[in-house]
């Protein structure tokens, strides 16, 4: 079975600074892909970033990259610059391979707060 | 705005009743998915229906039933509701069966079973 861990249940982050958020998976599959969603206090999942498992680049989105390290199993998201309304609940999630389908298992999250 | 649709926002009901929830997948998205989010079960996916037709399952309860319409949209049947059902349940949609690389969630409704 699919499994994603997320270690930090919650982060500090001086405003301006980066931070990583860790995520570490484990898949007997070939094929996945990675996915990182936002959840602020208002409660939506908002789509930030995306790695498949043969992309030999790691995936940026404007201040998001996804520092994605096969060998290790670990899709660990980096924000720059960090801002005060990245303050929110973050999740990284896998998606099962070939034809079983699109479906997401999530990790605990963890939760980003931004210090001004 | 992810463009998917959920309906309604918030619902709360008695134990042992039965709600519907409403979900309007993305423009040109074929495949709907259920997630629960709870406290104590984390987010969990539940079912996803690509063009009409069942196509994955996850921890769905035998008690809980959805289907995909023509026009693509969704509806997720709760029934016979206990107190542990409560949770904030999204709708998601993606354009394809399988390999996506984007799936957008809805806003959530957020059930509270009294």
């Known amino acids: 079975a699919q499994k994603i861990t997320q270690t930090q249940p919650g982060m500090f982050v001086q405003e301006k600074e980066a931070v990583t958020l860790d995520c570490t998976y484990d898949?007997?599959?070939?094929?996945?892909?990675l996915f990182w969603y936002k959840q602020p206090s208002s409660g939506e999942m908002i789509f930030l970033i995306y790695?498949?498992?043969?992309?030999?680049q790691n995936a940026t989105e404007g201040r998001y990259s996804l520092n994605f390290q096969k060998a290790r199993k670990s899709a660990n998201l980096v924000i720059s610059a960090s801002q005060l309304g990245d303050s929110a609940m973050y999740f990284c999630?896998?998606?099962?391979?070939?034809?079983?389908?699109?479906?997401?298992?999530f990790g605990g999250g963890t939760r980003l707060m931004v210090k001004p | 705005d992810s463009g998917v649709t959920q309906t309604p926002k918030h619902l709360i009901t008695a134990t042992g009743q039965r709600v519907t929830l409403r979900c309007s997948p993305r423009s040109g998205d074929l495949s709907v998915y259920w997630y629960q989010q709870s406290l104590d079960q984390g987010l969990q996916f539940l079912i996803q229906y690509y063009n009409g037709e069942e196509r994955a399952k996850g921890n769905i309860l035998e008690r809980f039933s959805a289907q995909q319409f023509p026009d693509l949209h969704s509806e997720l049947n709760l029934s016979s509701l206990e107190l542990g059902d409560s949770a904030l349940y999204f709708c998601?949609?993606?354009?394809?069966?399988?390999?996506?690389?984007?799936?957008?969630f809805g806003p959530g409704t957020r059930l509270t079973v009294t």
């Open positions: 999630a896998m998606r099962d391979s070939g034809n079983a389908g699109n479906m997401l298992t």
């Open positions: 998601a949609s993606s354009a394809g069966l399988a390999g996506d690389n984007e799936q957008y």
């Open positions: 790695q498949g498992s043969y992309d030999e």
């Open positions: 898949t007997s599959d070939q094929s996945y892909g």
